[in-house]
């Protein structure tokens, strides 16, 4: 398996602060899973931008832009 890029604990953090009085480990697993997902995706469409406008740096405003694309 894969080392996952998001850390376990925040997540978990994320979730009972949100009102999980109790989280299990496959949810917190699954919602790492598509975070990491969803991050590649946005990441991969801001790429596309950055490439599109002649840069090879990727910036906030790419990153903008993908996420209201997404």
């Known amino acids: 398996m894969a080392k996952k890029v998001f850390a376990w604990s925040p997540v978990r953090k994320l979730m009972k602060d949100n009102g999980a009085e ?14 990491e997902k969803v991050a590649r995706a946005v990441t991969n469409k801001a ?3 950055t490439r599109h406008a ?16 997404m």
């Open 22 to 35: 109790m989280v299990a480990r496959e949810a917190v697993d699954a919602l790492v899973d598509y975070l």
């Open 47 to 49: 790429l596309e931008m």
């Open 54 to 69: 002649g840069r090879k740096k990727l910036t906030d405003n790419d990153m903008a832009l993908a996420m209201k694309l």
